[in-house]
Structures are given as structure tokens and as C-alpha cells.
């Protein structure tokens, strides 16, 4: 199985501050890359597909990059709906596996 | 407008079996991959295994093969997911979500609201 690795695990930012945040896959996955946002008791949104692909609906502010093994999620300008955690899945090979999540908190 | 509307919440004893319907609405349904990911409390997100309703079952997730049945309705475009033999491990929200794609390659656009599955004696 591939396995998905995020950091940090958890971040404080500010309202207004710029985040990024990291997956890197234990092989290659191309561009096969899906970034997920959840909120507490709510089922997980998708943000980004492809890597760097802008789900309809879904502020630009999100944005994301990367290919091969090593891909980042960027906030550009943090509101106060984005504190939540965050989850990136390869869309490689099944298992569909996901990261552990990386849970951003107000500071 | 695509809806995944899913089955009420369930209490297990250890060693049975749970079975969860996703019934979709708004959209195409047989051949887009239904999956199935479950979140045990205040832990990330456990992709399962899922199907594509026009060819089968996808792959599963090695631990749970032999425990997990994933069958589809097309009649009523329902998908149900099946977990046996449960341990106190399987606590758990369990969601329905389908592929933004017809490969899954896109991620997942559409969720259920999930189904909180409780294994208590």
C-alpha cells in the first residue's frame, strides 16, 4: 500500500496568514493527488483534485502543487471557515489511502 | 444536485455483522466507484473499499478482506456496505462518498452524512 505522510499535524495560524501544508506519498503518484478539507461532525469536502485542480465551488485561495512523491496544500490568505483539518489521498492505485490529517487551529 | 443519503446509526455486539445503505439521488449512478470511508472517533480518515455498480466490487483494503461485502442496487441506486466479525475497533462514522470520476481518479465529490456505527456489548 502506499502511504500517505502530512505535516505538520497540527498548525496555529492567524486570520489573514498564508499556510502551507505537505503530503509526501511513500512512492510515486504522479499527479494522483486529492486534497480534502473536513470540519468537526461534518463529512470531508474536496478542495483540490489532480494535484492542482480547483474543485468547482471552492474559493481560489485554495491552491495546490507538486507531482512525484512530495505535494503541498496553500491557503493564501487564511478566513475564519478554513480552520479545520485537512486530508490529502492518492488516487494512485487502491487502497485509496489517505494522510493522517493536519488539523489547523485559530492561534 | 447529487444527494447520498444514508441509513440511520447502529449498535453492534462484538462478532456481528453491520450492513449500511447509501441511496443516491440527482445523478448517474452505475457507472461512477461508490466508496466507503470510515473515521473512528477523533482519528483520520480509513479508506475501505468500494464499486463500481455497472462492473462489481473495486479493490478493498487488505484488512479488511474477508469482512467486507460492498454490493450495489441499480434498480434503486443504492449502495450497502457490509462489515463482519466487529471488534470494539470497528466504532466508527462511516461515510458513502462517490468518485468525481468514472475511474476514481478525481477524488470524491459527493459524501454521504455518515452513519455512526457503535460496537458495545
Known amino acids: 500500500d502506499i502511504q500517505m505522510t502530512q505535516s505538520p499535524s497540527s498548525l496555529s495560524a492567524s486570520v489573514g496568514d498564508r499556510v502551507t501544508i505537505t503530503c509526501r506519498a511513500s512512492q510515486t503518484i504522479a499527479t494522483f493527488l486529492n486534497w480534502y478539507q473536513q470540519e468537526p461532525g461534518k463529512a470531508p469536502r474536496l478542495l483540490i483534485y489532480?494535484?492542482?485542480s480547483l474543485q468547482s465551488g471552492v474559493p481560489s485561495r485554495f491552491s495546490g502543487s507538486g507531482s512525484g512523491t512530495d505535494f503541498t496544500l496553500t491557503i493564501s490568505s487564511l478566513q475564519p471557515e478554513d480552520f479545520a483539518t485537512y486530508y490529502c489521498?492518492?488516487?494512485?492505485?487502491?487502497?485509496?489511502?489517505f494522510g493522517q490529517g493536519t488539523k489547523l487551529e485559530i492561534k | 444536485q447529487v444527494l447520498l443519503v444514508q441509513s440511520g446509526a447502529e449498535v453492534k455486539k462484538p462478532g456481528s455483522s453491520v450492513k449500511v445503505s447509501c441511496k443516491t439521488s440527482?445523478?448517474?449512478?452505475?457507472?461512477?466507484?461508490i466508496s466507503w470511508v470510515r473515521q473512528a472517533p477523533g482519528q483520520g480518515l480509513e479508506w475501505m473499499g468500494g464499486?463500481?455498480?455497472?462492473?462489481?466490487?473495486?479493490n478493498s483494503a487488505q484488512k479488511f478482506q474477508g469482512r467486507l461485502t460492498v454490493t450495489a442496487d441499480e434498480s434503486t441506486k443504492t449502495a450497502y456496505m457490509e462489515l463482519s466479525s466487529l471488534t470494539y475497533e470497528d466504532t466508527a462514522v462511516y461515510y458513502c462518498?462517490?468518485?468525481?470520476?468514472?475511474?476514481?481518479?478525481?477524488?470524491?465529490?459527493?459524501w454521504g452524512q455518515g452513519t455512526l456505527v457503535t460496537v458495545s456489548s
Open positions: 464499486i463500481i455498480p455497472i462492473l462489481g466490487p473495486t
Open positions: 462518498a462517490r468518485g468525481a470520476d468514472h475511474g476514481d481518479y478525481k477524488g470524491a465529490d459527493y
Open positions: 440527482g445523478g448517474a449512478f452505475n457507472s461512477y466507484v
Open positions: 489521498q492518492q488516487s494512485y492505485s487502491p487502497p485509496r489511502t
Open positions: 489532480g494535484a492542482s
